[in-house]
């Protein structure tokens, strides 16, 4: 049985009551809290750094998954653990050094994720399997939310189970970008089993709402993928 887990981007938050707004969708049913960190080099848009990430951790106690779309990124991972992340991922594209930066995300005591672009291949997989944690497939391009999912990244998502599948080891494949109540089935079809979603649920009246009827959508989906 396949454990589902669903994300919602705080980027699509309403900033001026932040803290009500982590604590309102973990009561909806969060499993985890998505934390996009963009840096305007990388991604062309400026977002949120170390210091939020800590003035939210008191609030709530589900994981909180930083997302770091910046560049250089090995001088963010300290600060990030620091401030209480429980996952760190950052784009290869971003790291001169692709195991060491993975290897300081374990150092400094959270689960490591490597994010793949529309774009960019799995190739990188082959050679750092044994020290992720998580996946994560981007179904849009990064830097801005309320995109539409990019329908070849299905592709991609499929290929991405089939090399955790062949590793024997437990590694969240997580998809960002568009996931919606109408697409999460789909997309957990095709083998991701974490699901960020930002607009689909910041952008509803009623968190709860959305997130069961996205579980809902799941509870169809046979899959062969086991925790």
């Known amino acids: 049985m396949t454990t589902y887990r669903i994300a919602p981007s705080i980027l699509s938050a309403d900033f001026a009551q932040l803290g009500k707004e982590v604590r309102d969708v ?12 963009m840096d305007n080099h990388y991604v062309p848009n400026l977002t949120i750094g170390p210091m939020v990430c800590s003035a939210i951790r008191p609030l709530v106690k589900v994981p909180i998954d ?3 779309m910046v560049k250089p990124v090995d001088r ?9 992340a429980d996952i760190i991922s950052f784009h290869p594209e971003a790291s001169e050094h692709i195991d060491r ?3 300081l995300i374990h150092d400094n005591g959270c689960k490591a994720g490597l994010v793949f672009n529309p774009a960019t291949p799995l190739d ?5 399997m044994d020290k ?8 849009v391009n990064p830097g801005f939310g309320g995109q539409s999912f990019i329908p070849h990244a299905l592709k991609k998502i499929e290929t991405a189970r089939a090399m955790i599948d062949s590793s024997g080891r437990q590694i969240m494949l997580e998809v960002d970008g568009g996931i919606k109540v109408e697409n999460i089935a789909e997309v957990a079809r095709a083998g991701a089993d974490t699901f960020v979603s ?10 709860a709402t959305v997130i069961r009827q996205m579980r809902e ?10 925790d």
């Not at 944690?133 to 179904?139: G, K, P």
């Open 124 to 128: 990188y997989l082959l050679h750092v």
């Open 198 to 207: 930002g607009s689909a649920i910041f952008n509803e009246p009623d968190y």
């Open 132 to 139: 992720l944690d998580l996946i994560l497939i981007m179904s």
């Open 76 to 84: 963010l991972v300290p600060d990030f653990a620091k401030a209480g």
């Open 66 to 68: 930083v997302h770091l």
């Open 101 to 103: 930066t993975l290897q």
């Open 26 to 37: 973990v009561a909806a049913g969060a499993d985890m809290i998505h934390f996009d960190v």
């Open 217 to 226: 959508q799941l509870n169809t989906v046979v899959s062969p993928i086991s």
